[in-house]
């Protein structure tokens, strides 16, 4: 399980180390290191989905009616920016360009664990999130 909050900085080649925690949940519950990452469906973050996760999404996916325009847009922005990845000897991974740009990553990068994926937010972006959230949440009747 992806749980958890993780800051690490971003090189200027685009490199950043994906947190140990993370790494290890890998490991552990998908027995697989591998991960996709792609652009979030709705915020301009990015998402990272074991393989086995994305296998998933994507079978689900697949048995939606093609004409159906909003599972073309998701697959327009999401699908087509999916990048496999295993991490390197240091523990990590080459952000491409366009999804750097998505997300406004330029240095400082939040892991943010989502349970069965982790997003990754530029650090500034991220603390707007969480000041919405508060509201959105004070809005609402969640019960937990």
């Known amino acids: 399980m ?3 909050e993780y800051i690490n900085n971003m090189d200027d080649k685009g490199r950043v180390s994906i947190p140990v925690a993370f790494r290890d949940a ?3 519950r998908y027995d697989d290191e591998r991960f996709v990452i792609a652009r979030d469906a709705f915020d301009d973050c990015l998402r990272a989905y074991p393989v086995q996760e994305w ?3 994507l079978d689900k996916l697949s048995r939606q009616p093609v004409n159906n325009r909003a599972v073309r847009s998701f697959s327009r922005r999401v699908v087509s920016s999916a990048v496999e990845y295993a ?3 240091q523990g990590r991974v080459l952000v491409p360009h366009s999804l750097r ?3 406004g990553l330029v240095k400082s990068v939040v892991f943010a664990g989502m349970t069965n994926c982790f997003e990754i937010w530029d650090e500034q972006r991220w603390k ?3 000041k919405e959230s508060t509201e959105i949440l004070q809005a ?3 019960d937990f």
């Open 128 to 130: 707007q999130e969480l």
């Open 140 to 142: 609402s009747d969640l």
């Open 101 to 103: 740009e998505h997300a």
């Open 55 to 57: 296998r998933h999404l």
């Open 2 to 4: 992806f749980q958890g």
């Open 26 to 28: 890998l490991k552990m």
């Open 87 to 89: 991490v390197d000897k």
